[in-house]
């Protein structure tokens, strides 16, 4: 059964580089029906799509986050990660990451429990 | 890219069906069947309810349907019970290889 883990820094400061990890257990990220998206929600809000990659390597981001977002993949450690460069205050938020292709492929199940990141000016 | 619109809000009483709305564009719902809904009770993750419009993950009750017409997908929650109240999303996949949420529903068991 595929279980996913998000890691990383809690606090940050505005203009820093928010670096996230994803582990992945039960299944390698490399097989190809697999698919991987990170998704975000703000304190009290509605879910926001950040991006997916794809097993091949191909990313696809949100264009309100392009210029700013890296998710990438290190099969070694059967991680994926996502990078968000120069951040403020409106990047706090629980980020999710979630699997999409071992149900319906157009589809995230399952997901992570999410990691809380504040942004601190 | 817009997010889908949901209403903020639905309600119902135990055992009665309750039916919420996702509205896009011919973008994203209009153009595939590529909708899915997602349940998330206060603190925790999202859990996958429906995908592909209206098929449901094995151990989703049958009680969760899904369906679409045009623009507008809507999932149908029949013989409503309190552990179902949660927030509500729904989710397409677009044109553009992206994905767009709606902004969530708050379904409530009264």
């Known amino acids: 059964q595929l279980q996913l883990q998000e890691s990383g820094p809690g606090l940050l400061k505005s203009s820093e580089t928010l670096s996230l990890t994803c582990t992945v257990s039960g299944d390698s990220i490399s097989r190809s029906t697999f698919y991987w998206g990170w998704i975000r929600q703000h304190p009290g809000m509605g879910l926001e799509w950040i991006g997916t990659?794809?097993?091949?390597?191909?990313?696809f981001y949100n264009p309100s986050l392009k210029s700013r977002v890296t998710i990438s993949a290190d099969t070694s450690k059967n991680e994926i990660s996502l990078n968000l460069s120069s951040v403020t205050a409106a990047d706090s938020a629980v980020y999710y990451c979630?699997?999409?292709?071992?149900?319906?492929?157009?589809?995230?199940?399952?997901w992570g429990q999410g990691t809380l990141v504040i942004v601190s000016s | 890219q817009s997010a889908l619109t949901q209403p903020p809000s639905v309600s119902g009483s135990p055992g009665q069906s309750v039916t919420i709305s996702c509205t896009g564009s011919?973008?994203?719902?209009?153009?595939?069947?590529?909708v899915s809904w997602y349940q998330q009770p206060p603190g925790t993750a999202p859990k996958l309810m429906i995908y592909?419009?209206?098929n449901r993950p094995s151990g989703v009750p049958g009680r969760f349907s899904g369906s679409k017409s045009g623009n507008t997908a809507s999932l149908t929650i029949s013989g409503l019970q309190a552990e179902d109240e949660g927030d509500y999303y729904c989710?397409?996949?677009?044109?553009?290889?992206?994905?767009?949420f709606g902004g969530g529903t708050k379904l409530t068991v009264l």
């Open positions: 592909e419009v209206s």
């Open positions: 990659m794809y097993y091949r390597g191909s990313t």
């Open positions: 989710s397409s996949y677009t044109s553009s290889y992206t994905f767009v």
């Open positions: 011919s973008s994203d719902v209009g153009s595939y069947n590529r």
């Open positions: 979630a699997s999409a292709g071992s149900g319906g492929y157009y589809a995230f199940d399952p």
